[in-house]
């Protein structure tokens, strides 16, 4: 296996918790047909992965709480 493959990437995982999120979102967090049941990923701890992983993705692109901002110096004349 590559490296990337085994350690994907903020972006990466971002899409993959937005596809659960969907999942979540239409089909119903459980449901049973007979005998089995599937209960998907709790849409709470889904939704503060995505806020980590969008955080953790903006800082990979460089980008900061600071990056629109600008200094200015003014010596007093």
Excluded: W
Excluded at 24 to 52: C, H
Excluded at 69 to 75: E, G, K, L, M, R
Aim: aromatic share 6%.
């Amino acid at each position: 296996m590559s490296e990337e493959k085994n350690n994907p990437s903020a972006k990466e995982l971002l899409a993959e918790v937005n596809k659960a999120l969907i999942a979540v979102a239409a089909g119903g967090q459980s449901y049973k047909i007979g005998s089995r049941s599937l209960t998907r990923a709790n849409i709470t701890e889904l939704r503060n992965l995505r806020d980590a992983l969008a955080a953790e993705a903006a800082a990979e692109d460089g980008g900061s709480l600071f990056r629109d901002t600008y200094v200015a110096y003014f010596d007093g004349r």
